[in-house]
């Protein structure tokens, strides 16, 4: 296990300071990643798009709308948090994929990978199921990884910094900014 790097748990304000991922390198990432999903997929049959609530929904909707396979969305919620943005650690289902997921193809769409213990979590979990299952993730914090996990697709690497918009939040504010933006850790 890596070492846990303080400002991923840090204490933020909400303001954001600067733009840090635009909305039109967003919306390009994202048609760059549609491209090499439907590729990959074109003679796979449906394809089983499992978003992460709540970060993950814009970032799936945008994407989903943008491919050329067949695929149909599921949802699922955990959660990882304890008080406040101090992570436990320990991740648990909260809401599991209603549909049949068994020997399907499915790919896990998350909005960030920080410490890597959801993904980590969710990996082993969608893979009882029996399908054959890969990764996407609009944003990494390298730095902030506690275990290794593998990403299928990525939309950006990004610095260690609290970030918002896009789907990403601090205490459910600035989810729907149309870009992702840093906000500070508090003094």
């Not at 846990?4 to 990643?33: F, G, M, Y």
């Not at 909707?61 to 695929?71: E, G, V, Y």
């Not at 990403?151 to 990403?168: A, K, Q, R, S």
Request: proline share 3%.
């Amino acid at each position: 296990m890596l070492a846990a790097n303080p400002l991923c748990e840090a204490d933020v304000t909400q303001e954001v300071l600067k733009v840090l991922i635009s909305e039109a390198d967003i919306q390009a990432r994202v048609a760059e990643l549609a491209r090499q999903i439907s590729k990959d997929y074109e003679n796979s049959g449906e394809l089983v798009m499992v978003g992460v609530l709540k970060g993950a929904f814009i970032f799936l909707a945008d994407l989903s709308r943008q491919l050329t396979i067949p695929r149909v969305i599921e949802f699922i919620a955990v959660s990882s948090y304890g008080r406040g943005s101090r992570s436990s650690g320990a991740v648990r289902l909260v809401m599991d994929v209603r549909g049949n997921i068994e020997g399907k193809h499915v790919l896990i769409v998350e909005d960030i990978v920080d410490t890597g213990h959801t993904l980590e979590y969710l990996i082993g979990m969608i893979n009882s199921h029996g399908p054959a299952v890969k990764t996407c993730a609009l944003v990494r914090k390298a730095d902030c990884a506690e275990v290794h996990v593998d990403l299928d697709y990525l939309g950006f690497d990004i610095p260690n910094e609290w970030v918002v918009g896009y789907g990403l939040d601090y205490a459910e504010k600035n989810r729907t900014l149309p870009y992702i933006g840093i906000i500070t850790p508090a003094d």
